[in-house]
């Protein structure tokens, strides 16, 4: 029997009870006397059938915010901006992305997620070469291409065959400090770990989504300052605003 959430934004999905993970995780922060948790909620997979709703939910609570999408104003130029709402829908097709849902029906959070395989064919240049080279959008392909190739993180990881890689991890401001993230990203090494994946790996566009996995035990493999990402003419490509200084790689051996 389908149960129908409502959601805050004005979309409604519809989740079967068998998407519903039986263990329900609570957070409890600054818990009163009776010990009770301040929150408690579900993590659910997502799939194709929620883009509109994740959709909705990036676009209010991680397009606006995304340093790269800020310096650039990527959001004021259409063509970019739906070209990077469908980049990050197509990962919900591989039953690899999770949220939080809140007893309440609001999303608290969204993790997009894809496995990356040492054998795979390079198709990382795709998004790049049917970019108008005009689009902003392409600013940022290009960008995360370099990051992906000059980290190489098969190369420094010989031994590792298999990865779970986030592409995009995000809260709802209101929830923002609660422990979502965390449970996301627990929720998501549990998926990894049933997959045969030995590692995780994320890279990190933002100074803040940096100290959250450092805070969650990941290891930084590269780094790269924006101020050194220059293009022909030696002008800066993304001027970003502080704290955001540059871009990096994390992993997590599993």
Do not use: W
């Amino acid at each position: 029997m389908a149960t129908s959430i409502k959601i805050d934004n004005g979309f409604a999905v519809k989740l079967s009870s068998h998407q519903l993970f039986q263990k329900k995780i609570y957070y409890s922060n600054n818990m009163d006397e009776t010990n009770q948790a301040k929150f408690s909620y579900s993590i659910v997979p997502t799939t194709a059938k929620d883009k509109h709703t994740v959709a909705a939910f990036l676009r209010k609570f991680f397009f606006r915010d995304e340093p790269l999408n800020v310096a650039i104003q990527l959001l004021e130029e259409t063509d970019s901006a739906a070209k990077l709402e469908n980049y990050c829908i197509t990962y919900l097709q591989y039953g690899m992305t999770f949220m939080a849902v809140s007893q309440t029906g609001d999303i608290m959070g969204v993790i997009l997620n894809s496995i990356m395989h040492r054998d795979d064919v390079e198709e990382d240049d795709e998004d790049g070469e049917t970019c108008n080279d005009n689009l902003k959008f392409k600013d940022i392909v290009v960008l995360l291409e370099k990051i992906k190739r000059e980290a190489d993180v098969f190369a420094q990881y010989k031994n590792v065959n298999r990865i779970l890689e986030i592409k995009i991890v995000t809260v709802n401001e209101a929830y923002r400090g609660q422990g979502v993230c965390k449970a996301l990203v627990d929720k998501t090494k549990e998926y990894a770990l049933e997959m045969g994946c030995q590692m995780i790996y994320v890279e990190c566009t933002s100074h803040y989504s940096a100290k959250a996995v450092e805070r969650l035990g990941f290891q930084c493999i590269y780094s790269l300052a924006y101020n050194d990402y220059v293009n022909e003419h030696g002008e800066m490509v993304f001027k970003t605003q502080s704290p955001h200084r540059g871009a990096k790689v994390y992993v997590l051996p599993l």
